[in-house]
Nanobody, 126 residues
Framework: QVQLVESGGGLVQAGGSLRLSCAASERTFSSYGMGWFRQAPGKEREFVSAISRNGGITLYTDSVKGRFTISRDNAKNTVYLQMNSLKAEDTAVYYC???????????????????WGQGTQVTVSS
């Protein structure tokens, strides 16, 4: 059982930055691909970004390309999401998720992830 704990959310003005962190309990963290999803009020959960086990493959949804950067530190069992140039439409609860293997074809499918964190709120004021 992998436990994931997100942190780093908060209130920020449009154009500002936040860095989300997701700490995993699992000592074999490097065996898991990681993803970030978000859910805004009244909307379905949507894919934001994903990173492969060794960090060699990163994926982003089009709306965050060039603004968000996903990274991971396997020595610290942590995945990060650096969010720059934030917009009001980025407001959502952000979740990290883990699965054994990330592929380009399936990384965006939330149902393929085995473990989820509790989420962290990001609010961007315009």
């Amino acid at each position: 059982q992998v436990q994931l704990v997100e942190s780093g959310g908060g209130l920020v003005q449009a154009g500002g930055s936040l860095r989300l962190s997701c700490a995993a309990s699992e000592r074999t963290f490097s065996s898991y691909g990681m993803g970030w999803f978000r859910q805004a009020p009244g909307k379905e959960r949507e894919f934001v970004s994903a990173i492969s086990r060794n960090g060699g493959i990163t994926l982003y949804t089009d709306s965050v390309k060039g603004r968000f950067t996903i990274s991971r530190d396997n020595a610290k069992n942590t995945v990060y999401l650096q969010m720059n140039s934030l917009k009001a439409e980025d407001t959502a609860v952000y979740y990290c998720a883990a699965r054994p293997l990330i592929t380009s074809a399936s990384a965006r499918d939330a149902t393929r992830y085995n473990y989820w964190g509790q989420g962290t709120q990001v609010t961007v004021s315009s």
